[in-house]
C-alpha cells in the first residue's frame, strides 16, 4: 500500500492527501490551483524550496510566483543558469561573471578571449531562447562537498571550488542543464521553459541581463542607465580584483590566513581617502553653500555625513549640519499611503514651504530659529537653536530625499552639492551568485533597530518590504542627480555583520510569516567566515550598527 501524506495548501485553505515522495509540482498538479506566473517555488513549513523538493511527512505549503520575492529570485537565479550554459554553449572556454545590479538588471561580465560586441550578445541571446523553447529540465542533484568540489574541478570552475571547499558544509546541492553543470544558493525552477520573459543587451563592455518587473512579471523593468552607479560599481571591483579578492571564498581564505586586520586597514584607508575626495571637490567648487547627503535605509547616511565634516573642516570649512527630520509637518497633515497609514516616507511628509524659506534666508545671511520635531507628541516645535551662516560655512543636510530636486526646488543649484550614500556590495558569492545590496542593508539594520531601538528581527524583516516601497519611490529615481557617489560597504563587512546578525534571526520562530527571510539570511551567512568587530577602529562606518563608535548619534 503507498504511503500518503497530508498537505496543508495554504494558497486555498484545504487539506490534501498526496503519495509520500511527491515533489512540489506533483503536490500543485493535485492542488487545483491556477497560477499565470508561477509556481516557481513554495513556502514548506516558512522554509523557502523549489519545486523540485519531495515530501515525506505532512507539511505546510505555500506556492510561490513570480510576483513574490522568493519566486522571483528562483527565476532570476534559473536566467543565470541558461545564460552560463548559453554562453558555454558558444564559447567553452569563456567564463561569466553576474557582477553588478544595475539600470532594473544585471551586468554580466562575459570573458570569451575577443571583444564583446552586439553581434556576440546576439548570438548569447539567440542560444538562450533556444534553451528556454527546447524546454530542457532543469536537474537538482546532492552529493558530498568532496564529490560536488571534484566536479567543478573538472570543469575548472575555481570560484565554486574555493566557494565550496571553504564552507564546511558536508553535503551540497548543484543543478545541471543538458549535461551543464552549476551551482547556485538558492531554488531554480525546473524547466527552462518556465521562463517566459528575459532580455539581454549590450552594455559597456558586457551584457545586460534584465528581467521581468516583479509587480508587472509579463514586462521587462525600464533599461534606465545608472552610470555614475556603474562607475562607482566598477572602481571597487577594479580595486577587489588589485587585491584578489572577488568572490566570498577568497575573502575566507583571508580570514583563514589571519589577513582580516590588514584588509579590513585598507579597506577603511580607502573609503576615508574617497570621503576625503568628496571634500575636496566641494572646497573646490566655488559658490557651495549646502552639500545634500542622501542614500537609501541602513546606507550609513548619518556616518558618512560626519565624517565628512570633518574632513570639510580639514580643507577649512566650517560644517553646520541641520536635520530633514525637524521638518516633518504635524502628524494629521501627514500624507497617508495605499493603506491609509501616515506616509512618513513620502517627501511630502516634510514641511518643504518652511525648509526652502529657512535656506534661502540663510543663505542671504540671516539668522533662523530651527523647528524641532517632536516624535512623541507628533507636532513641529520651535528648538530655541538660532542659526546664521558666516563665511565659510557649509549647511550638510542629511535625508532619503536630498537628492529630490522638488526638495530644495527654489534654491540655486549652482549652491548646492549632492553626495549619494549606499551600500553597494561589490563581493560575489561566486562567479555566478552576486550577492544583494539589499541582504547587506538588512542585515546592517536588523543589527541597529535590535541594538538602539528595541526592535525584534522579526519586526524589522516585517517593515523591510514597505521600507524598499518607500526606497523606489522617493531615493532610487534621483541617485544619478547626486555630484558625488559614496559606495559605504566594505569588502570585509558581511564577516564581521554575521556575529551579531545571526543570533538575532535564530530568534524568528519558525511559525512566523518572516522565518522564510530570516531562515534565508541565515543560510547565506553560513558561507560566510566570521571576523570578530574587536578588529573595527571607533571611525568605521560600521561603528553606527554594530556599536562602540567614536561619533555621537
Given at each position: 500500500?503507498?504511503?500518503?501524506?497530508?498537505?496543508?495548501?495554504?494558497?486555498?485553505?484545504?487539506?490534501?492527501?498526496?503519495?509520500?515522495?511527491?515533489?512540489?509540482?506533483?503536490?500543485?498538479?493535485?492542488?487545483?490551483?491556477?497560477?499565470?506566473?508561477?509556481?516557481?517555488?513554495?513556502?514548506?513549513?516558512?522554509?523557502?524550496?523549489?519545486?523540485?523538493?519531495?515530501?515525506?511527512?505532512?507539511?505546510?505549503?505555500?506556492?510561490?510566483?513570480?510576483?513574490?520575492?522568493?519566486?522571483?529570485?528562483?527565476?532570476?537565479?534559473?536566467?543565470?543558469?541558461?545564460?552560463?550554459?548559453?554562453?558555454?554553449?558558444?564559447?567553452?572556454?569563456?567564463?561569466?561573471?553576474?557582477?553588478?545590479?544595475?539600470?532594473?538588471?544585471?551586468?554580466?561580465?562575459?570573458?570569451?578571449?575577443?571583444?564583446?560586441?552586439?553581434?556576440?550578445?546576439?548570438?548569447?541571446?539567440?542560444?538562450?531562447?533556444?534553451?528556454?523553447?527546447?524546454?530542457?529540465?532543469?536537474?537538482?542533484?546532492?552529493?558530498?562537498?568532496?564529490?560536488?568540489?571534484?566536479?567543478?574541478?573538472?570543469?575548472?570552475?575555481?570560484?565554486?571550488?574555493?566557494?565550496?571547499?571553504?564552507?564546511?558544509?558536508?553535503?551540497?546541492?548543484?543543478?545541471?542543464?543538458?549535461?551543464?553543470?552549476?551551482?547556485?544558493?538558492?531554488?531554480?525552477?525546473?524547466?527552462?521553459?518556465?521562463?517566459?520573459?528575459?532580455?539581454?543587451?549590450?552594455?559597456?563592455?558586457?551584457?545586460?541581463?534584465?528581467?521581468?518587473?516583479?509587480?508587472?512579471?509579463?514586462?521587462?523593468?525600464?533599461?534606465?542607465?545608472?552610470?555614475?552607479?556603474?562607475?562607482?560599481?566598477?572602481?571597487?571591483?577594479?580595486?577587489?580584483?588589485?587585491?584578489?579578492?572577488?568572490?566570498?571564498?577568497?575573502?575566507?581564505?583571508?580570514?583563514?590566513?589571519?589577513?582580516?586586520?590588514?584588509?579590513?586597514?585598507?579597506?577603511?584607508?580607502?573609503?576615508?581617502?574617497?570621503?576625503?575626495?568628496?571634500?575636496?571637490?566641494?572646497?573646490?567648487?566655488?559658490?557651495?553653500?549646502?552639500?545634500l547627503i542622501a542614500g537609501p535605509?541602513?546606507?550609513?547616511?548619518?556616518?558618512?555625513?560626519?565624517?565628512?565634516?570633518?574632513?570639510?573642516?580639514?580643507?577649512?570649512?566650517?560644517?553646520?549640519?541641520?536635520?530633514?527630520?525637524?521638518?516633518?509637518?504635524?502628524?494629521?497633515?501627514?500624507?497617508?499611503?495605499?493603506?491609509?497609514?501616515?506616509?512618513?516616507?513620502?517627501?511630502?511628509?516634510?514641511?518643504?514651504?518652511?525648509?526652502?524659506?529657512?535656506?534661502?534666508?540663510?543663505?542671504?545671511?540671516?539668522?533662523?530659529?530651527?523647528?524641532?520635531?517632536?516624535?512623541?507628541?507628533?507636532?513641529?516645535?520651535?528648538?530655541?537653536?538660532?542659526?546664521?551662516?558666516?563665511?565659510?560655512?557649509?549647511?550638510?543636510v542629511e535625508g532619503i530625499h536630498?537628492?529630490?530636486?522638488?526638495?530644495?526646488?527654489?534654491?540655486?543649484?549652482?549652491?548646492?552639492?549632492?553626495?549619494?550614500?549606499?551600500?553597494?556590495?561589490?563581493?560575489?558569492?561566486?562567479?555566478?551568485?552576486?550577492?544583494?545590496?539589499?541582504?547587506?542593508?538588512?542585515?546592517?539594520?536588523?543589527?541597529?533597530?535590535?541594538?538602539?531601538?528595541?526592535?525584534?528581527?522579526?519586526?524589522?524583516?516585517?517593515?523591510?518590504?514597505?521600507?524598499?516601497?518607500g526606497e523606489n519611490k522617493w531615493?532610487?529615481?534621483?541617485?544619478?542627480?547626486?555630484?558625488?557617489?559614496?559606495?559605504?560597504?566594505?569588502?570585509?563587512?558581511?564577516?564581521?555583520?554575521?556575529?551579531?546578525?545571526?543570533?538575532?534571526?535564530?530568534?524568528?520562530?519558525?511559525?512566523?510569516?518572516?522565518?522564510?527571510?530570516?531562515?534565508?539570511?541565515?543560510?547565506?551567512?553560513?558561507?560566510?567566515?566570521?571576523?570578530?568587530?574587536?578588529?573595527?577602529?571607533?571611525?568605521?562606518?560600521?561603528?553606527?550598527?554594530?556599536?562602540?563608535?567614536?561619533?555621537?548619534?
Amino acid at each position: 500500500m503507498t504511503k500518503t501524506v497530508k498537505i496543508r495548501c495554504k494558497n486555498t485553505g484545504t487539506e490534501l492527501e498526496v503519495a509520500a515522495g511527491s515533489t512540489l509540482e506533483d503536490v500543485y498538479a493535485q492542488s487545483g490551483l491556477t497560477m499565470a506566473y508561477g509556481p516557481l517555488s513554495a513556502k514548506v513549513n516558512n522554509k523557502v524550496e523549489g519545486m523540485h523538493y519531495q515530501v515525506y511527512n505532512s507539511k505546510d505549503v505555500e506556492f510561490l510566483d513570480l510576483r513574490s520575492p522568493s519566486g522571483h529570485r528562483a527565476y532570476t537565479r534559473s536566467l543565470f543558469f541558461v545564460l552560463c550554459k548559453a554562453v558555454h554553449d558558444l564559447y567553452a572556454h569563456a567564463s561569466v561573471y553576474i557582477d553588478i545590479p544595475v539600470s532594473n538588471g544585471y551586468y554580466c561580465d562575459i570573458q570569451t578571449g575577443e571583444p564583446v560586441t552586439a553581434d556576440v550578445v546576439a548570438a548569447i541571446r539567440e542560444r538562450m531562447h533556444e534553451l528556454i523553447a527546447a524546454a530542457l529540465p532543469i536537474h537538482r542533484h546532492e552529493s558530498t562537498t568532496d564529490e560536488a568540489v571534484a566536479l567543478f574541478s573538472r570543469y575548472g570552475a575555481a570560484s565554486k571550488v574555493k566557494l565550496l571547499s571553504s564552507t564546511g558544509k558536508l553535503y551540497t546541492v548543484y543543478y545541471d542543464i543538458d549535461g551543464y553543470y552549476d551551482y547556485y544558493y538558492g531554488a531554480l525552477l525546473t524547466n527552462t521553459s518556465q521562463l517566459h520573459l528575459f532580455g539581454l543587451e549590450k552594455y559597456f563592455d558586457g551584457a545586460l541581463l534584465r528581467i521581468p518587473r516583479i509587480d508587472s512579471p509579463g514586462e521587462l523593468g525600464a533599461l534606465t542607465r545608472q552610470d555614475k552607479m556603474f562607475e562607482v560599481f566598477n572602481e571597487h571591483i577594479a580595486w577587489q580584483k588589485l587585491l584578489g579578492l572577488r568572490t566570498v571564498g577568497d575573502l575566507n581564505s583571508v580570514v583563514a590566513d589571519n589577513m582580516s586586520t590588514l584588509l579590513i586597514n585598507v579597506s577603511e584607508a580607502l573609503q576615508e581617502k574617497k570621503i576625503g575626495a568628496i571634500a575636496d571637490e566641494i572646497a573646490h567648487r566655488r559658490g557651495v553653500k549646502i552639500v545634500l547627503i542622501a542614500g537609501p535605509s541602513s546606507s550609513g547616511k548619518t556616518t558618512t555625513c560626519k565624517r565628512l565634516s570633518v574632513q570639510l573642516l580639514t580643507c577649512g570649512i566650517r560644517p553646520v549640519g541641520i536635520s530633514l527630520d525637524d521638518y516633518f509637518l504635524d502628524r494629521e497633515q501627514t500624507p497617508r499611503d495605499a493603506n491609509g497609514d501616515y506616509d512618513f516616507e513620502s517627501l511630502y511628509a516634510l514641511d518643504l514651504e518652511r525648509l526652502n524659506a529657512d535656506l534661502n534666508a540663510l543663505l542671504d545671511g540671516r539668522e533662523v530659529e530651527l523647528p524641532r520635531y517632536n516624535f512623541h507628541t507628533g507636532r513641529s516645535e520651535q528648538s530655541g537653536r538660532r542659526l546664521r551662516l558666516e563665511a565659510g560655512d557649509v549647511l550638510v543636510v542629511e535625508g532619503i530625499h536630498a537628492l529630490n530636486p522638488e526638495l530644495t526646488s527654489h534654491v540655486a543649484d549652482s549652491q548646492l552639492f549632492r553626495v549619494y550614500a549606499s551600500a553597494l556590495t561589490t563581493i560575489l558569492l561566486d562567479a555566478h551568485n552576486y550577492i544583494p545590496t539589499t541582504d547587506n542593508r538588512l542585515l546592517r539594520r536588523i543589527i541597529r533597530d535590535y541594538k538602539y531601538r528595541g526592535v525584534s528581527a522579526q519586526e524589522t524583516i516585517r517593515r523591510w518590504p514597505s521600507v524598499r516601497a518607500g526606497e523606489n519611490k522617493w531615493i532610487f529615481p534621483f541617485q544619478e542627480n547626486a555630484d558625488a557617489m559614496f559606495n559605504t560597504a566594505m569588502i570585509f563587512e558581511l564577516a564581521v555583520l554575521k556575529s551579531q546578525a545571526q543570533p538575532l534571526l535564530e530568534q524568528v520562530p519558525e511559525w512566523s510569516a518572516e522565518y522564510s527571510e530570516a531562515y534565508r539570511l541565515r543560510k547565506f551567512l553560513s558561507y560566510i567566515r566570521p571576523i570578530p568587530d574587536s578588529q573595527i577602529p571607533p571611525t568605521s562606518l560600521l561603528r553606527e550598527f554594530l556599536g562602540g563608535s567614536s561619533f555621537e548619534y
